[in-house]
């Protein structure tokens, strides 16, 4: 190999053209690593450690799951490995990118068509039809066909005849199956999911959650959720707590069948 081509593949985790340049599926062996994170907030003249010293390494295709009280950071701590927020120390990598090298556009470049998102809030846009919101991350990241495309996703979630309904026409279990197939729609390789089921009657989130698994599984995706519910917890490879800014390993958590999950269990 040249010199040049040496250079141009060092070059290719320092600047957002890179981003724009890496074919999608390159890094497969580490989605995500993240080393010694912290994430400090200051209101007035006090200090806020909000995560402390985290580190966390997620393979491809493997789930998940972050548990931890309200109050606990979660929340946070996904804007930071998604590259929505910057963390205060530490370095986050993302698909072999480091993300303090690029600034807010790089990153949404490298998550354009790559990662989706499912939060407790459905996050639809008001004015936008079902067909509308799924079609949304097909314009960040074009191609093809994508009116049909969305409107296959919408189907695949039950909800191929309620394509020209607003969000406000429809019941909170259909806005978050509208959710879902936004964030699959453009067979991104990492979704991830904050509460999904925090806004939904027990019945509507267990039939939302069954359709999570059930895509993330067919398509292979790399899955991060983020909940405080520990049978929905059980359902990912691996579980991790999040306690006073650190995680670590929820030793008991095995993986069971869906239906072998008891709702009650701790």
Known sequence: MSSEAS?????????????????????????LH?????????????SLTILHDLSLSVAAGESVAILGKSGAGKSTLLGLLAGL???SDGELTLFGHALSRLDEDGRA?????????????????PTLSALENVMLPLELSPRAGETQ???????RVGLGERVNHLPKQLSGGEQQRVAVARAFVTDPELVFADEPTGNLDPDTGGQVID???????EAGTTLILVTH??????????CLRLDHGKLEAVLENIVPTAASIDEGAQ
């Open 85 to 87: 927020d910057t963390p």
């Open 149 to 155: 495309t969305a409107a296959q996703w919408l189907e």
């Open 109 to 125: 470049a490298l998550r354009a068509g790559r990662v989706g998102f499912v939060f407790q809030n459905f996050q639809l846009l």
């Open 7 to 31: 250079q141009g593949e060092r070059q290719a985790t320092t600047d957002n053209q890179a981003v724009a340049d890496v074919p999608r599926g390159t890094v497969r062996q580490a989605v």
């Open 34 to 46: 993240a080393d010694k994170l912290s994430k400090k907030v200051t209101s007035g003249e006090r």
């Open 211 to 217: 359709l999570l698994f059930q895509l993330n599984h």
């Open 229 to 238: 519910d520990h049978a929905l917890a059980r359902r990912c490879d691996r």
